[in-house]
Structure formats: C-alpha cells, structure tokens
C-alpha cells in the first residue's frame, strides 16, 4: 500500500471513529446509524491504488523504423494511463507528434481498455529520448519509463540484432479452421516475439487459441470472423527491436448445405438382439444430426363427384417421429432387443438446407444347428 492509499484508509478509519462516538453519546431511541461499517469495510477492501503491470521497455531500433511501446495498468477505480515524450504529454486524443520531432506518432487504447499503445517512426533526433507512462487513480499513482536509442541507418546494423528471415504473408482462412502466420526470427541472442494486430493491439497469448511455434511463427486456433486483419510481428531483444513486413489474415464464412458421410442402407441383426447406428454429417454452419423414424398416414382425397377429381385411392405421407435430440455433426441410435424390421432416418439440418438418409435394421433368422448336423459333420470332419 502507498502513503497515498494508505492516508485514504486513515481519512476512512477517522472519519468511521468519529461518527460512532457521536452515536454514542445520541439518546438509544435515536441512536439510527447512517452508515454500516461492513459496507465501508467492504468499500476499503475493493479499492486499489494504480499500479503499472506491463510498463514500456527501452527501445532500439534503425532509424525510420517503427517503435512500438505498451502500457498496462491495473487498479480500482480504472486508472487514468498517459504517455509522456520526454516531457510532452501524449494521449489517444492528442497524439500528433507535434514539438517533438516524431512523424505519425498515434497512440491507441487497447482493446480490453487497460492499456495504450505508443506507435512513431524513429528520427535521429529522437536517439537518447525518454518515453514515461503514468498511471493514477485517487488511491495511487505509479511510473515506469523507458529510453530510445536510435541506430543510424547508414551504418551496419549491430551485431545480434534480431532479423526477420522470413515474414508472414498474405493469408485466407475459414471460420472455425486453425491457421500459421509465419514468422522466423534470427537474432543474438535469442528474442521475444509479440504479435501486434491492426498496427496496435499486441496479441494476447495467455488465449488458449494462440500460440507461437519455431523462431516466432503464430498459429490461430478455430479462427473467427473477428481474426480478420493486418498482423507483423515484433522482435526483441537487448540488442534492438525489429518489425516484420505486414500481412492481412482475411476469414471468411464460407457455408455450405449438410452431407451425411457414407453409411450403409441395410443392417442386419439377430432377433432380441441390439445394434448402435451412427450417422455424422458434414457442413457449415456445423449441422445439427439426429434420428428419426418413418411412419405414414392417409390422406384422404376430397369428394370427386363434388369438386369434380378422378376418383382414387388414399394418398400416403410420411411423418418423421424424432428419436434423439439433435447433436452437432453426429447422432447414435441404440437398438436393443430388436424383434421387428423398421427403417431408421438420419437426419441432417442447418441453415442451407435438410438433408435423410435411411437404414433399414433387417432381422434375419440364422439357422440353427441341431444334433442331426453335428451327427451327419462329424463322421465327414473326421475322414
């Protein structure tokens, strides 16, 4: 706790003493306190002084390069997060580089809204500067600073400093497929890779979906719609920073109607006996699978001699009567017990269309073996 936090608590504390010796000294029968010390309690325990998390590293890089610098910040209430250029106070709603020798200097707010993002191209003129965050709420306020060094652009570049051999290029993927932004590192000694998206939100990698393989390569699990965007990916270490080529990832919904996989027509089984029929059908969106069986009813036609039909025989339809709920992509139906020849539909549906296949469960009567056979296969076994 800083001295901050820690005068706000003793204000708290004082302030809690003082209105319950007034209470104190109040007849009983008007003795109603207005406060509850659990609740101020409570409130005391919530409370959090801004605290930095991730504060921006020193940073060298060539000159006419990019920069990029984050910072992260926790407290409650949310605090209040700047960047400072040298001493120019830099925000999302005033960053212009103005004064400070910067071009396309911008700073963005981060998505899940705990941070900013520091992005300029390097100018000479900006080798030794000092780039600050500064974080404050009423309970605390925190620093962390972080120096520029700027590499000349004529000279070679240091020995060490990390090298993109290969950059990620240009990618489609589909919604729910995984995909692999390449990106392979060489640097002395080894870097940290981050992933920046759209030119400033790194890529949280604590996400299950996301994970680095090789030198630095990304690979993005049950890709969504979202995914979509422009992607580099950064390399650090105490050398330098370097900034790969930028790639767009575009993914696409790409539907199409169900298709119920290779399943065969005709089953045959024992009497009293049980089978499992499976059926999984393919499809996007994911179809919804399940059983059915047929059954008919008769319709019937109106009167001929009134509205002047050809007299016919009753029309059948079928009405289908469901046996298991719908599941994504594959159903099971257990038979047991089975006496009676039916014909089972599978059943598969999504937004682009339905689609049946029937099986028909045939109970076949095996012969059985009687002791006339085994008299007649013996003798035959045995010569």
Not at 344 to 353: E, H, Q, R, W
């Amino acid at each position: 706790m800083n001295s901050r936090h820690f005068g706000s608590v003793i204000a708290f504390l004082i302030m809690v003493v003082t209105v319950d010796i007034f209470v104190e000294l109040l007849p009983i029968s008007n003795a109603q306190p207005w406060f509850n010390v659990q609740i101020i309690q409570e409130y005391l325990n919530l409370t959090e002084p801004a605290r930095i998390i991730e504060g921006p590293q020193d940073t060298k890089a060539i000159y006419g390069e990019d920069v990029i610098l984050f910072c992260r910040a926790t407290g409650n209430p949310e605090p209040q997060i700047t960047f400072l250029w040298n001493s120019r106070e830099i925000s999302p709603t005033t960053s212009d580089g103005n004064g400070i020798g910067l071009s396309g200097l911008i700073v963005r707010t981060m998505t899940k809204g705990n941070g900013l993002t520091l992005r300029a191209k390097l100018q000479m003129s900006n080798n030794g500067d000092n780039v600050t965050c500064r974080v404050f709420n009423q309970f605390g306020t925190d620093s962390a600073k972080a120096r520029i060094t700027v590499y000349d652009a004529n000279e070679p570049p240091p020995k060490g400093l990390p090298k993109i051999t290969e950059n990620p290029t240009t990618t489609i993927g589909q919604v729910g497929d995984s995909t692999h932004l390449q990106c392979e590192v060489s640097a002395t000694p080894s870097a940290s890779v981050v992933w920046i998206k759209d030119n400033f939100f790194p890529i949280d990698l604590s996400d299950p979906r996301y994970r680095l393989i090789g030198s630095g390569s990304l690979v993005i699990e049950s890709l969504l719609e979202e995914d979509s965007g422009v992607y580099e990916c950064m390399a650090r270490n105490i050398i330098g920073t370097t900034i790969s080529n930028a790639c767009h990832l575009n993914v696409r919904r790409i539907e199409f109607p169900p298709t119920i996989k290779e399943i065969p027509s005709q089953v045959f089984v024992s009497p009293g006996k049980g089978i499992n029929l499976t059926c999984k059908a393919s499809g996007f969106p994911l179809p919804m699978v399940w059983w059915a069986i047929a059954g008919s009813a008769p319709i019937v036609p109106p009167d001929s001699s009134k509205v002047g039909f050809l007299p016919s025989s009753p029309i059948h339809y079928y009405a289908e009567r469901a046996l298991t709920e719908p599941q994504p992509q594959q159903a099971t139906l257990r038979l047991t017990d089975i006496t009676d020849q039916l014909t089972y539909v599978c059943v598969a549906k999504n937004n682009l269309g339905i689609v049946r296949r029937n099986v028909s469960v045939i109970v076949k009567l095996y012969p059985q073996l009687t002791l006339q056979f085994y008299r007649i296969l013996i003798p035959v076994v045995l010569a």
